[in-house]
Each structure stands twice: as structure tokens, then as C-alpha cells.
């Protein structure tokens, strides 16, 4: 394995122009298609196992089936699905019956309005919200001063007991909207079940962290 670490937000070549696209593409020298072969070895190694072979092959076919217009060549192709719905399809294609739906307690109002669309589909929905459990923030070592409401009695946000009650209602998936940055980390790493982020917490920009970064070189300059 080459001792060069993958860099490929740095690759200069054109997309679709590069190794990982065309057997006879172009690679800089930090290029993992070209130096990590032994690591895409053990990836598809992994495949080897029927339900994470199946789980990425319905992922993949989610993927196509997101344009419209395939049949008229790539440059005619249209993104025609949320992602709610995507994520919806997703579960149905897996034939999943139990869904797991943690959120942040600033987002409750789309909690539930994404609770009815799964429920509409005929899934179970279990759901959690990241204040459970009613543990003060001191808990963590957090003093006042650290608090949103200074002074005030504060719940911490729990991501590891969401993902603990999600184990133990036995979800298949879980769905992930809105939790903070770190939390959403620690939930995913409890999570036995595979798991989907619908939405990512940015208070600032309505949940749109891309925002900032449409608008690097106007609104958002000093973030360079």
C-alpha cells in the first residue's frame, strides 16, 4: 500500500476524465483507485456477504432510479426525488418493517410531519428525541456558563441512550435529522442497525450546511 494519503478533493483532473471513472484515466499521485488496492480488495470482500451485498445493491439501484430521462444519455438526466422519498423507497426496497427516527427537539415540528409520511407507508416507526432521559448537562462536566440557559436546569443531549433504545426496540434502519455535531457521531456509533442522515443539523442556514459553501466566494468569504 502506497504511503501516500488519498487526497482526492484535490485531484485536478476533470471527472470524467479520472482513473476511478475510466480504466485508461488519469491519476494524480495521491490517487487511492491507483494506491489502495488492497483496501478496495477487502471492500469487496465485504460484498461477499449476501446481506451487505444486497443492501448495497439496492442502494445503488435507489441511486439510478433518483433521474428521470436515463434512457436519453447522461446529460439529459433529471433528479426528480426528494430525499425524504428516496429514503423511503430505500426502506421499502430492503423490506424493512421497523424504522428507527431519532431527531433534535428543535426540529419537532418536521419530526412529525416525517413521522406521518412514514407511518402513511405502512412502517413502525420508533422515535426518540435527544433530550431523553432528562440528564443535566452537568453530567458531562458542562458548567453553567457552557449552558444555552444559563442559570437554568438543562437536559443534555443523549445520542448514545438514542441509539441504545433503538437497539432494544430492534429497528432495522434508522433515520437520523437534525442531531448535533458529535451527537449525530456518537448515535451512529451505537447504532446496530445501519443508519441515514435526512437532514443535517446548521442552525444558521435552515439545515443547509451546502449554503456556506455555494456562497464561499460572496456571503461566506471569511470562512476562507
Excluded: W
Excluded at 134 to 149: A, C, F, N, Y
Excluded at 166 to 175: K, P, V
Aim: charged share 25%; hydrophobic share 35%; aromatic share 8%.
Amino acid at each position: 500500500m502506497s504511503t501516500e494519503l488519498p487526497e482526492c478533493a484535490r485531484c485536478h483532473f476533470s471527472t470524467q476524465n479520472r482513473l476511478c471513472q475510466k480504466e485508461d484515466g488519469k491519476s494524480p499521485a495521491y490517487c487511492p483507485t491507483q494506491n489502495y488496492r488492497e483496501a478496495i480488495g477487502q471492500a469487496l470482500d465485504e460484498l461477499r456477504n449476501p446481506d451487505i451485498l444486497e443492501f448495497a445493491k439496492q442502494a445503488s439501484i435507489q441511486e439510478g432510479e433518483g433521474y428521470a430521462h436515463r434512457e436519453l444519455g447522461y446529460e439529459r438526466v433529471k433528479p426528480v426525488k426528494p430525499r425524504v422519498l428516496e429514503t423511503i423507497e430505500f426502506a421499502h426496497r430492503m423490506n424493512y418493517k421497523r424504522l428507527g427516527f431519532v431527531f433534535c427537539i428543535g426540529l419537532t415540528k418536521e419530526a412529525e410531519v416525517v413521522e406521518k409520511l412514514l407511518s402513511a407507508e405502512e412502517f413502525e416507526v420508533v422515535s426518540a428525541l435527544c433530550k431523553l432521559g432528562r440528564e443535566p448537562k452537568e453530567t458531562l462536566g458542562v458548567r453553567d456558563d457552557q449552558k444555552i440557559r444559563i442559570g437554568c436546569f438543562e437536559s443534555m443531549c443523549n445520542p448514545i441512550a438514542q441509539a441504545f433504545v433503538m437497539n432494544s426496540a430492534n429497528t432495522e434502519f434508522n433515520i437520523v435529522m437534525g442531531l448535533c455535531v458529535g451527537h449525530d457521531s456518537l448515535f451512529l456509533k451505537y447504532s446496530d442497525a445501519p443508519c441515514t442522515v435526512l437532514a443535517a443539523k446548521d442552525r444558521v442556514l435552515g439545515h443547509n450546511p451546502l449554503a456556506a459553501i455555494y456562497t464561499i466566494d460572496s456571503y461566506y468569504r471569511y470562512l476562507k
